[in-house]
């Protein structure tokens, strides 16, 4: 028999791309990744099961997009490993264009997924143009820090 999926609330704000991160121990629901474009979303739901399937833990995502301008809870695709996902995204080292891209909107996902782990969700103009800004002059280390920096101030509140 089959285990049922819990449901999935749809994310807030405009729809973009929305992964999110089912965590049993607490029957809650975390923004994973989110960014306005598909493939960065769904690399980073590769990578992030990835590490949590070797932690131990149970994998369960939901996968939210904008269709016809509203929201729509799309089927999540089986992961892929995160050098395959990087493959299809990014095939051989002669599109660099292309992964600077790619990496430009991992920062901006992981800059957002903080920013939602702190509990802002709907930014303004000004706030987008901040984290534009950041995903632009930062590398990836440090905007993890940052993040990570964004989610212990959320756990302290």
């Given at each position: 028999?089959?285990?049922?999926?819990?449901?999935?609330?749809?994310?807030?704000g405009e729809p973009r791309w929305v992964a999110?991160?089912?965590?049993?121990?607490?029957?809650?629901?975390?923004?994973?990744?989110?960014?306005?474009?598909?493939?960065?979303?769904?690399?980073?739901?590769?990578d992030m099961t990835q590490t949590l399937r070797?932690?131990?833990?149970?994998?369960?995502?939901?996968?939210?997009?904008?269709?016809?301008?509203?929201?729509?809870?799309?089927?999540?695709?089986?992961?892929?490993?995160?050098?395959?996902?990087?493959?299809?995204?990014?095939?051989?080292?002669?599109?660099?264009?292309?992964?600077?891209?790619?990496?430009?909107?991992?920062?901006?996902?992981?800059?957002?997924?903080?920013?939602?782990?702190?509990?802002?969700?709907?930014?303004?103009?000004?706030?987008?143009?901040?984290?534009?800004?950041?995903?632009?002059?930062?590398?990836?280390?440090?905007?993890?820090?940052?993040?990570?920096?964004?989610?212990?101030?959320?756990?302290?509140?």
């Open positions: 028999m089959q285990k049922q999926r819990p449901r999935c609330p749809r994310p807030s999110m991160f089912h965590r049993p121990d607490r029957d809650t629901w975390t923004v994973g990744a989110e960014s306005p474009y598909r493939a960065p979303v769904l690399y980073a739901v590769g070797a932690r131990g833990d149970e994998v369960t995502v939901a996968l939210w997009g904008p269709r016809d301008g509203d929201w729509h809870l799309f089927d999540t695709p089986t992961p892929k490993a995160p050098a395959a996902a990087a493959e299809q995204l990014a095939p051989g080292a002669a599109e660099p264009e292309r992964l600077a891209e790619r990496m430009t909107d991992r920062r901006h996902q992981v800059l957002m997924a903080g920013l939602s782990k702190a509990g802002l969700y709907e930014l303004s103009d000004e706030d987008g143009e901040a984290v534009r800004t950041l995903t632009d002059r930062l590398d990836e280390p440090t905007v993890r820090r940052v993040a990570h920096w964004l989610s212990i101030a959320a756990g302290r509140r």
